[in-house]
C-alpha cells in the first residue's frame, strides 16, 4: 500500500467532494462582487502577501485561490475558465477520487506560499498564483488523458495535450523575460510532479 493511500485511510476526512467546482464557485462570485463594486479592493483583500501574513492577516494562505484568474472585464474568458476548470476537475476527480485531489490543490497552494515567502510575486501579479493552480490541474489531467480530444468554444476539436502544450508555452515566454518569474513558475509548480509519486498516478 503506498504513502498515499495510508493518508487516504486515517485522513479520509481531508477529502472535498467537488473541491475544484467550488473553488471555481466561488472565483465566479469574487468576480461578480468586483464587477459590482467597481475596483479591485476586494481582490486586494484576498491576495497572496507575505507581509501582510506575518502581520495577522491569515487567511491570505488559502484566500487567495478564490481570485478568478481573468479581469472584470473578461465575461467569454471567465466563462470558459470557470467550465473548463470544472470540466478537468471533474476528470481528476474521477481518476484519483476526492482525497487525492484535495490533496494535489492543498499541495499547490503549499507550493505557491513556499513561492511567495520564498521569492515574492509582484503586487501587480494578483492573479498570477491562482493560474498557476489551474496551469497544474490541466497539466495533470493532460499526463493521463493526453488524447482526450476537447471542444474548444464547443466548436474547434483540440487534443488536451496540445492545450497543455500550448499553456506551458506561455509560462515558458514569461519564465523567460525574468528569472524572478521563472523562479516562481518552478516553485509554484512542484506540487505537479508528484503525480509521477508510486500510488497517485493511476497506470
Excluded at 16 to 45: C, H, T, Y
Excluded at 74 to 98: K, N, P, Q, R, Y
Excluded at 147 to 166: E, S
Aim: aromatic share 16%; hydrophobic share 60%; charged share 10%.
Amino acid at each position: 500500500m503506498s504513502l498515499i493511500d495510508r493518508l487516504e485511510r486515517r485522513m479520509s476526512w481531508v477529502a472535498i467532494p467537488g473541491v475544484v467546482k467550488i473553488i471555481m464557485l466561488f472565483q465566479a462570485l469574487v468576480w461578480l462582487l468586483n464587477i459590482f463594486r467597481g475596483d479591485e479592493s476586494f481582490l486586494v483583500a484576498l491576495h497572496l502577501q507575505k507581509d501582510l501574513i506575518l502581520s495577522g492577516e491569515v487567511w491570505r494562505l488559502f484566500s487567495f485561490i478564490f481570485i478568478p484568474p481573468v479581469g472584470p472585464t473578461d465575461l467569454i474568458f471567465m466563462f470558459f475558465a470557470v467550465f473548463f476548470t470544472i470540466f478537468l476537475g471533474s476528470m481528476l476527480e474521477e481518476i484519483w477520487g476526492s482525497f487525492k485531489l484535495t490533496l494535489y490543490i492543498i499541495g499547490g497552494v503549499a507550493s505557491v506560499v513556499i513561492s511567495e515567502f520564498l521569492i515574492g510575486f509582484p503586487n501587480s501579479s494578483i492573479v498570477f498564483p491562482t493560474f498557476l493552480i489551474i496551469e497544474s490541474i490541466l497539466f495533470a489531467c493532460a499526463v493521463y488523458n493526453p488524447n482526450y480530444v476537447v471542444r474548444l468554444f464547443a466548436i474547434i476539436p483540440i487534443r488536451l495535450f496540445w492545450i497543455a502544450i500550448f499553456a506551458a508555452g506561455i509560462l515558458l515566454l514569461q519564465a523567460l523575460n525574468d528569472l524572478r518569474t521563472a523562479s516562481l513558475i518552478l516553485v509554484s509548480l512542484l506540487h505537479f510532479f508528484f503525480v509521477f509519486i508510486p500510488g497517485m498516478k493511476r497506470t
